[in-house]
């Protein structure tokens, strides 16, 4: 993701896997809300879960945040690695092709 692109109040998805085949997607949306810098000084990149963006609207708004609102501060290199819907799109459906060619793999537990 280019951070130059990012849209305030636009929702961005963070993609990770279960697995070492990336056959076991997980998506996590987040609600890009602005550039800033923390109070050391670092510049990075706010964004909020979505679940308590549309239960109580943006946490950087009103004076005390609602305690179910996550928040994270993103550094320009995780951002980066955030996808917007069409690039999740794809990124799933390769996915589900991997886990058919290698017959749906099973997690295992670490004995």
């Given at each position: 993701m280019d951070t130059s692109a990012l849209v305030n109040g636009r929702?961005?998805?963070?993609l990770t896997f279960a697995d070492p085949d990336r056959t076991m997607p997980a998506?996590?949306?987040?609600?890009?809300?602005k550039q800033a810098i923390d109070d050391g000084g670092t510049?990075?990149?706010?964004?909020?879960?979505?679940?308590s963006f549309v239960l109580h609207g943006s946490g950087l708004e009103g004076e005390?945040?609602?305690e179910d609102i996550t928040?994270?501060?993103m550094d320009e290199e995780t951002v980066r690695s955030?996808?917007?819907v069409e690039e999740l799109a794809l990124a799933i459906t390769e996915a589900a092709q991997r886990a058919v060619s290698?017959?749906?793999?099973?997690?295992t537990h670490p004995a």
């Open positions: 929702t961005y998805y963070r998506v996590e949306p987040l609600v890009f809300l510049s990075g990149f706010v964004f909020q879960d979505t679940l005390e945040q609602h928040m994270y501060f955030l996808c917007g290698l017959n749906f793999p099973s997690l």
